[in-house]
C-alpha cells in the first residue's frame, strides 16, 4: 500500500434529509449524497421509498445512513440485529455505500458490531460517521476503525466542528495516511480546504450547504409546535447552491 501523499480531486459529500435538497445537490454537481433523515436528531436511517426515488432521478453514489435512534451509539443486539436488515434491504434496493457507527458503553469502538455490520455490507464501502468524535480515546479508535475495514472515518477532530478540531484532524491524516480516508466534516467551510490540502492527504470532504427556505403555506399554526423542540418551525431543509460554488472554488484552488 502506497502511504506517501497523493495529489487528488477532493471529492465532495452532502448529507441530504429531504428529497429537494437531495436533487438540488445532485444537480450541482455534488459527487455524492449521504442520504439520511432526521435533521434535528443528527441523521438517521432514511425511508426506502425515498432512496429509491432519488436513485431512479441522480447519477452519483448514494451512501445510506444506518442509525436506529439518536441519543448515543451504544445500541442493543436487537438493535444491531434491525441495522443489519436495512443494510441489507438497501444492499438490495442499489445502495452503494453505508455510513454507521458503533461504540461500547465505556466509549470504545465495538469492533465485533461493527464487524458484523461490514460482513452485511458485503464488497460496498462503509464510513465511520462522527460516533468516532464522541468515543473515549480518539487515537485508540482510529486503529480499531482501520482493523474492522471502514474505508473512512467522518470527524470533526473530536471538537463541535471542524474549525475547533482543525489541528487534530490535520493529525490523524498524517497518522492515517492511505491506511484509511479521514474525511473532514462538521460545520466544515470552504476555508478549511487550503488548510487540510497541506498534510497531503485531502480526499474527501462533507458539507451540507444547507439552507432552510419558508415553507410554502398560506396559513401556519404557529401555537402549536409538532415536535418537542419546535425546531420544525426553522423551515424546509434544503441545499445552498451559492455554499457549495464556494466549496468548489475552494477545492478547485491550488
Same mark, same amino acid.
Given at each position: ?99 454507521? @457507527?458503533? /461504540?461500547? +458503553? ?8 461493527? =464487524? !458484523? #455490520? ?67 466534516? @462538521?460545520? /466544515?467551510? +470552504? ?8 498534510? =497531503? !492527504? #485531502? ?52
Amino acid at each position: 500500500m502506497n502511504l506517501e501523499p497523493e495529489t487528488l480531486n477532493i471529492l465532495l459529500e452532502s448529507p441530504v434529509f429531504t428529497t429537494e435538497a437531495a436533487l438540488l445537490a445532485a444537480d450541482s454537481g455534488v459527487d455524492r449524497l449521504e442520504l439520511c433523515s432526521s435533521f434535528t436528531a443528527g441523521g438517521e436511517t432514511p425511508g426506502p421509498g425515498m432512496f429509491t426515488f432519488l436513485k431512479k432521478k441522480v447519477g452519483i453514489p448514494v451512501f445510506v445512513m444506518i442509525r436506529p435512534r439518536s441519543c448515543d451509539f451504544v445500541y442493543s443486539s436487537d438493535e444491531i440485529e434491525v441495522m443489519a436488515e436495512e443494510i441489507a434491504q438497501f444492499d438490495r434496493l442499489g445502495a452503494d455505500g453505508f455510513v454507521f @457507527g458503533l /461504540l461500547n +458503553p465505556e466509549g470504545s469502538v465495538n469492533t465485533e458490531g461493527c =464487524g !458484523y #455490520l461490514r460482513k452485511a455490507a458485503g464488497n460496498k464501502p462503509c464510513t465511520f460517521h462522527r460516533a468516532f468524535d464522541v468515543s473515549r480515546n480518539l487515537e485508540e479508535s482510529l486503529g480499531r476503525i482501520i482493523s474492522s475495514g471502514f474505508q473512512r472515518i467522518l470527524t470533526s477532530g473530536g471538537k463541535n466542528s471542524v474549525d475547533e478540531g482543525l489541528a487534530d484532524i490535520k493529525r490523524f491524516m498524517l497518522v492515517a495516511k492511505n491506511h484509511i480516508i479521514i474525511m473532514p466534516g @462538521g460545520g /466544515l467551510k +470552504p476555508h478549511h480546504i487550503m488548510e487540510l490540502r497541506k498534510t =497531503g !492527504y #485531502l480526499k474527501e470532504v462533507h458539507a451540507s450547504c444547507k439552507k432552510f427556505r419558508k415553507p410554502d403555506l398560506s396559513f401556519i399554526r404557529t401555537d402549536v409546535q409538532i415536535s418537542a423542540n419546535g425546531k420544525e418551525t426553522e423551515g424546509v431543509v434544503t441545499f445552498d447552491t451559492e455554499i457549495y460554488r464556494k466549496f468548489k472554488a475552494a477545492i478547485a484552488s491550488q
